[in-house]
């Protein structure tokens, strides 16, 4: 399997394939709205505005798994994020990252990119997984990696 292979809901019940994002280079987050990192939203969608006409596309997929940070539903979400940070990337319906539940494109992407001390698992809330144009994952960042960090891999894959 590989990237383009994998579907997922977006936050307004909508099924669609990575197939879509084929020739760009992608960032996929896990999210949540109530959690020390949340500003990043702010980060992530700077560098979506920034290089979007080149070729770049943010998705941003919520996830309650760590100190229940993300306990809405959709539509408490989707406003969270348009409200307070202007959020325009891609958002997904709400996810498990990891354990039995996890989310194929999850599982599939830290058994590609492995993450320090905690092997494959994700350890908290804003975990970013870069993607080639290819749909071959090639970076993972930390939760406390800020967005703008990331600026310099992101301009290199474009």
């Known amino acids: ?5 994998f579907e997922a809901e977006t936050i307004t019940g909508e099924t669609i394939s990575m197939d879509r994002y084929k020739g760009k280079t992608v960032v996929i987050v896990n999210t949540a709205s109530k959690c020390g990192l949340t500003p ?4 992530l969608e700077t560098l979506y505005q920034q290089y979007e006409s080149q070729g770049l596309v943010v998705l941003g997929f919520p996830c309650n798994q760590f100190a ?23 958002m997904f319906a709400k996810v498990d990252v990891n354990g039995k539940n996890a989310h194929p494109l999850f599982k599939y992407l830290k058994s ?10 994700i350890k908290w ?17 930390a939760p406390t990696t800020r967005p703008e960090k990331m600026e ?7």
């Open 1 to 5: 399997m590989n990237f383009y292979d």
């Open 112 to 121: 590609n990119l492995r993450g320090g001390l905690f092997g494959s698992k």
């Open 40 to 43: 990043q939203y702010e980060g």
């Open 68 to 90: 229940n940070q993300e306990s809405g539903n959709a539509k408490d979400i989707q406003e969270f994020c348009q409200v307070n940070y202007g959020v325009s990337f891609p």
């Open 125 to 141: 809330n804003f975990t970013k997984f870069v993607i080639d144009k290819n749909g071959k994952p090639v970076k993972r960042f």
């Open 152 to 158: 310099s891999t992101i301009k290199k894959l474009l």
